[in-house]
């Protein structure tokens, strides 16, 4: 079997490594949460309200719309969950109809086109954080540290 074996002596490299390291363990923390929490108030937010509309809003789907930070086995894998699942008096949830499903699918007619599908926010917050992490990584990069 073949082997290769680096060792590295310089200490411009080697620190330069350290803050590449640096960002990729930043990264959650400095670029995915608040994007992440950008997300969440655009899912949580409520359109106006329909001409003649009898229900009368209780701001139970804004409240159970949270940011979860869910610690991976070891600190430096944190991912973020958006959930949005409020109950009502008779246990009854508004999911899938109100903000749709995984997919994109299964919100009702009245709410097509009035409130943002989970899936949508999410989807627009990946490339964000995309685009984000690769300039934040780049800066570390180009200036020896983070920014």
């Known amino acids: 079997m073949t082997q290769i074996s680096v060792t590295i002596s310089d200490n411009e ?24 929490e950008d ?11 329909l001409p003649n509309q009898r229900y009368v809003r209780t701001g139970k ?41 995984a997919k994109g699918e299964g919100q009702a007619a009245i709410h097509r086109g009035r409130w943002n599908k989970l899936h949508v926010v999410v989807l627009k917050a990946m490339e964000k954080i995309i685009d984000k992490g690769q300039e934040y990584f780049r800066a570390v990069l180009e200036r020896n540290g983070p920014p």
Request: glycine share 6%; hydrophobic share 30%; aromatic share 8%.
């Open 61 to 101: 789907r804004y409240e159970a719309t949270k940011l979860i930070s869910v610690i991976g086995n070891n600190q430096y894998k944190t991912s973020y969950r958006i959930t949005s699942n409020p109950r009502y008096a008779d246990g009854r949830s508004g999911n899938p109809y109100v903000l749709g499903d």
């Open 39 to 49: 997300a969440k108030d655009e899912a949580r937010k409520y359109p106006p309200e």
């Open 13 to 36: 490299v080697k620190t330069a490594l350290n803050h590449a390291t640096l960002a990729v363990r930043n990264l959650p923390a400095k670029v995915v949460k608040p994007i992440m």
